[in-house]
């Protein structure tokens, strides 16, 4: 089936620590996103990529990086430099930015610093 | 720039009562809007569209909403709710033209009593 598969769904980090998310589609969409979601603050836009090799910074992108080097892969570090990276962050991906294209989510990864 | 407010945090309801959760926006330029539900511990999807045309939409799970241009407002609709429909619903805005990515509400928790 077609979607949107992110790793780990549970995952800890040591204070100091980089930490990857991984994030794959098969739907064979050109966009892809990052979102932070905290309680009470909905989502929140990290990095959003339009197309292979080339990504832009969202509302909320420091202390987090990304890559774009194939079109099904949108992988997001959280660095230590993020000071609060404790949150429920979700990929998603849709067939192009704007026009009213139906964004696609993945099922979400939770992060804890311990 | 665009934004949009989901009016109520939280609202609560007996099971086959009817349901209302506001969505208000603000833009300059005309918009596409969006409805998207979130069950617990997973990622969003897709409720319902407003891209053109007719300002009833109707979507998935028997809900529906209402394009309301004068008053900026999208409000989702559903006549009689199922304990199942307990989830958080996020409203959403993208202007027309260009690749602009969406702006999320912050959502509303629908909490469906039996």
């Known amino acids: 089936d077609g979607g949107i598969t992110q790793s780990p769904k549970y995952l800890f980090r040591k204070e100091g620590q980089n930490v990857t998310l991984s994030c794959e589609q098969n739907?064979?969409?050109?966009?892809m996103y990052w979102y932070r979601q905290d309680p009470g603050q909905g989502l929140r836009l990290i990095y959003y990529?339009?197309?292979?090799?080339?990504?832009q910074k969202g509302d909320i992108a420091e202390g987090y990086s990304v890559s774009r080097e194939k079109k099904e892969s949108f992988p997001l570090t959280v660095t230590s430099a993020q000071k609060n990276p404790t949150a429920f962050y979700l990929c998603?991906?849709?067939?192009?930015?704007?026009?009213?294209?139906?964004?696609?989510f993945g099922e979400g990864s939770w992060l804890t610093v311990v | 720039a665009q934004s949009v407010t989901q009016l109520d945090s939280q609202v609560p309801v007996f099971e086959e009562a009817p349901v209302e959760l506001r969505c208000n926006y603000s833009?300059?330029?005309?918009?596409?809007l969006f409805w998207y539900v979130q069950y617990p511990n997973q990622g969003l999807q897709l409720l319902l569209k407003?891209?053109?045309?007719?300002?009833l939409v109707k979507g998935i799970n028997g809900f529906e909403a209402e394009f309301n241009k004068s008053q900026t407002s999208f409000h989702l609709r559903k006549p009689s709710v199922h304990i199942s429909d307990t989830a958080e619903y996020f409203c959403?805005?993208?202007?027309?033209?260009?690749?602009?990515?969406?702006?999320f509400g912050r959502g509303t928790s629908l909490i469906v009593h039996p």
């Open positions: 998603a991906s849709s067939s192009q930015t704007g026009t009213g294209n139906t964004i696609y």
């Open positions: 739907l064979n969409h050109d966009a």
């Open positions: 990529s339009q197309i292979v090799n080339d990504f």
């Open positions: 833009s300059s330029v005309s918009v596409y």
């Open positions: 407003y891209l053109s045309g007719s300002t």
């Open positions: 959403a805005v993208s202007r027309k033209g260009g690749s602009y990515i969406p702006t």
